[in-house]
């Protein structure tokens, strides 16, 4: 009798601790709108739309920058902490590896892939990379230098996608932060650039 209690009592705790983990995983979620904010973020100060996702007010504040009230998780106020807030609901862009690859990729972009895009050369691939499309709308002497601006910046692209999902301490969404961009890159195209759609090239 007393052997029996004893295996009772012993096994309560481990499944009440089972049940706490499975209810903490669940949680852990990827969080995909907020992915899009800052992959529109990113793209936008790249091809020189930053003035789109400046956040400013027209009334008492003067035209400064507009308040933010903090994020206030329910669970958090009784003392349970869900899995994600380490990593999520906010997708953070700020840390040093990430804004040097950002310079690096708005340089070049001025400096060299935007006349790519402007003339049809260049287009998005599906898979959030850049590919020269029709090299016939280079002229001779500028497709070399163009071939070694889209290899660079096609290698700044893979690194950005796993750092922005390394930065937000979930490496396994590295795939899911690349599709996020790779929509991102095409929505903010300018009229007359080229993207994948379908395996297809078209035209915004």
Not at 51 to 56: G, R
Not at 83 to 102: F, V
Not at 114 to 140: I, N, P, Q, Y
């Amino acid at each position: 009798m007393k052997r029996w209690m004893g295996t009772r009592f012993t096994g309560a705790p481990i499944t009440a601790a089972l049940v706490l983990t499975a209810c903490v995983t669940i949680n852990v979620y990827f969080p995909a709108a907020e992915a899009k904010e800052a992959a529109k973020e990113f793209v936008e100060n790249v091809i020189d739309h930053a003035d789109k996702v400046e956040i400013k007010t027209e009334g008492e504040n003067g035209g400064g920058m507009a308040w933010r009230l903090p994020r206030i998780d329910p669970l958090a106020l009784i003392g349970i902490a869900p899995a994600y807030a380490q990593g999520a609901p906010d997708i953070t862009i700020k840390t040093p590896a990430i804004q040097a690859i950002q310079s690096r990729m708005e340089s070049r972009f001025n400096s060299t892939l935007r006349r790519g895009f402007d003339s049809g050369a260049l287009g998005f691939t599906s898979d959030g990379l850049v590919t020269v499309r029709d090299a016939s709308k280079l002229e001779l002497k500028d497709r070399v230098a163009m071939n070694a601006a889209v290899a660079d910046d096609n290698r700044d692209r893979k690194a950005v996608y796993r750092e922005v999902a390394v930065a937000n301490g979930h490496p396994e969404w590295e795939a899911q932060i690349r599709g996020v961009f790779a929509k991102q890159w095409i929505e903010s195209a300018r009229s007359g650039w080229w993207y994948q759609s379908g395996g297809a090239w078209k035209q915004k």
